[in-house]
């Protein structure tokens, strides 16, 4: 079939599609699968190896989240928990499918293929909308300090993550529920197999909201942390608390850094192809191109866990407390944080209490 076609029949649906473009995406789904043999070797070996490792580091985040009281007593805890659940989601669903589709070439049917790819859409989307609540969460601690315990509740991070799924799994599965280009005969995706080009801008320009939320609150804190470290600096505090603060705002500086670094790196490859996508016909090089772009945001599942979970001081308590318990050590000193969740943290590395503006009242970990 050339792209000089007046009309095109998709094989799955035997209806008749959009003559814009050659809609490939309900002709063929080879036209879709272009990678070499020596390139399905290197995404073989990124998902098989990065999938177990993502797949394992999650699930770990979540079982010591919800097997300690005081962790998941906490709402800043609970949004870390839906994050490190979509990125266990990526972790399955991204890795068999894209393997599936690009390297054993497996053909199915439309509506199985956009089951699979509204799985793979939960997945990154939920993670996305995972790291907004929690950079709301932080946000809102730095701003409204004195608001954050009435703000920040367990009910209102339950109530904010149901809608937050509810929105997500709606949004995914579109396709699947009759927005593609096979039962609406519209014009396809060049990136995605029978996927609406206007459910593509929709849901870019969705994921481009989440970003641009993200980046500006962190971008707040980075704010508020400089501006407290010039504050700490100019008045020259010499006492111990003041030295501890200042090393903490140094953390805080670099911890942030490194998340909007891993943000931008991971999603701006792929977000940028889709933009593309939504104007001008790609080549066969350029969906090359796409396909190890892909495998970034893959990455960027992997990443999280270490830079939002394991970070934490809490964490790592929690996490080290299971290993001694593993290997008999009863007597380990974990008990202060798994007895009752009513004590507070010994260690003060939360956003809420790792930053203090002069201005505003001490904002302590909830």
């Not at 300090?145 to 799924?165: D, G, Q």
């Not at 209490?353 to 505003?360: F, R």
Request: proline share 3%; charged share 15%.
């Amino acid at each position: 079939m050339s792209s000089t076609d007046a009309v095109s029949t998709c094989p799955y649906s035997n209806t008749t599609v959009a003559p814009e473009k050659t809609n490939e995406s309900c002709v063929d789904f080879t036209s879709f699968m272009v990678l070499t043999d020596s390139q399905k070797i290197i995404v073989s070996s990124i998902c098989f190896l990065v999938g177990p490792l993502t797949f394992l580091e999650n699930l770990l985040v979540l079982c010591l989240i919800f097997s300690t009281p005081y962790l998941r007593g906490k709402p800043s805890y609970l949004f870390i928990s839906s994050l490190a659940l979509a990125d266990l989601f990526a972790s399955i669903f991204f890795a068999f499918f894209f393997v599936e589709f690009h390297v054993f070439k497996n053909m199915v049917s439309t509506s199985t293929f956009l089951f699979k790819l509204g799985g793979v859409i939960m997945a990154f989307t939920g993670s996305l909308g995972s790291l907004l609540l929690t950079s709301i969460d932080r946000y809102i601690c730095i701003h409204k300090p004195s608001e954050y315990k009435t703000i920040i509740t367990r009910k209102n991070a339950f109530i904010s993550l149901a809608v937050l799924w509810t929105t997500i799994v709606l949004i995914s599965f579109l396709p699947l529920m009759g927005w593609n280009c096979s039962t609406l005969n519209s014009v396809c995706s060049e990136l995605f197999p029978c996927v609406d080009e206007t459910y593509l801008a929709c849901w870019l320009a969705f994921v481009i909201s989440l970003l641009v939320f993200i980046v500006y609150a962190y971008i707040h804190i980075l704010w508020k942390a400089h501006k407290h470290a010039v504050y700490m600096e100019k008045h020259v505090i010499q006492n111990q608390r003041g030295k501890a603060r200042m090393r903490m705002d140094i953390q805080l500086a670099k911890t942030f850094g490194v998340i909007l670094a891993i943000l931008v790196i991971c999603w701006s490859p792929v977000l940028s192809f889709m933009f593309v996508d939504l104007f001008s016909k790609l080549d066969k090089k350029l969906k090359m191109v796409f396909a190890f772009c892909c495998t970034l945001c893959f990455v960027n599942s992997t990443v999280n866990p270490l830079v939002y979970a394991l970070r934490s001081k809490d964490m790592r308590h929690v996490l080290l407390g299971a290993v001694a318990r593993c290997r008999g050590q009863a007597t380990f000193f974990l008990s202060s944080v798994e007895s009752d969740g009513q004590q507070k943290s010994i260690h003060p590395d939360t956003v809420c209490e790792l930053v203090e503006v002069p201005s505003l009242t001490d904002c302590r970990k909830t």
